[in-house]
């Protein structure tokens, strides 16, 4: 990493770090298999809307021997506010199978075994293992993520993975898991992706390089 480079990356994370110290996931659940579904239903819709359809989804479905005898007709109809709901159907009651038949009913705790189940990329899986384990094998790009990686100008790519390659370069390890979520909390508070007010931005200045 040049020196330029460095600098900004440092001083990147320390302004996120003063704005969201406590960043988290904003999904609710209860249990690692609960998380998985919440990730998987988030795709292409916002947290807060799969917030509302999850309560009464995880008191219908308490247990994923549930999604496994689910009617996948009846199962888009529970989802369907969440949009995309036949594949989101399709991927989630056939993930529950393969939870329950290949790895004994407990989610995966690796990389390689999370991105075999259906529905599931590296971004899901990022989530799922960070928050289920506490294993941090990468960076979870959603759709804040990817675009202001670019504003910050930590990327010149659109493609998540070569987006999370270039940010796992740059970021320490160590921060891998705190920066998506921070990251996620600043472009939801401040630099939204709608037309605003970008040098009112707290980072604007360090792209700048006034910090």
Not at 53 to 58: E, G, K, M, N
């Amino acid at each position: 990493m040049d020196t330029d480079m460095d600098v900004r990356v440092k001083a990147i994370l320390g302004t996120l770090k003063n704005l969201f110290p406590n960043a988290h996931i904003a999904l609710s659940y209860s249990d690692n298999w609960e998380l998985m579904v919440a990730v998987q239903l988030s795709a292409q819709c916002t947290d807060k809307k799969v917030n509302e359809v999850t309560p009464a989804l995880f008191r219908k479905y308490p247990r994923l021997e549930d999604y496994c005898a689910a009617d996948p007709a009846e199962f888009e109809r529970d989802i369907h506010s969440t949009g995309f709901f036949r594949n989101k159907t399709k991927n989630i009651l056939a993930a529950a199978k393969m939870v329950k038949d290949r790895f004994h009913g407990e989610l995966p705790k690796t990389m390689e075994e999370m991105l075999s189940i259906p529905g599931v990329a590296r971004k899901t899986a990022n989530v799922v293992l960070g928050n289920a384990y506490g294993v941090v094998e990468g960076i979870a790009v959603d759709t804040h993520v990817k675009r202001l990686a670019k504003v910050l100008g930590l990327t010149e790519h659109s493609d998540p993975v070569r987006i999370e390659r270039d940010l796992m370069r740059l970021i320490p390890k160590g921060e891998w898991f705190s920066f998506t979520y921070r990251l996620i909390e600043y472009g939801r508070r401040w630099c939204v992706a709608r037309p605003h007010a970008h040098g009112k931005c707290p980072l604007t200045p360090i792209l700048a390089g006034i910090s």
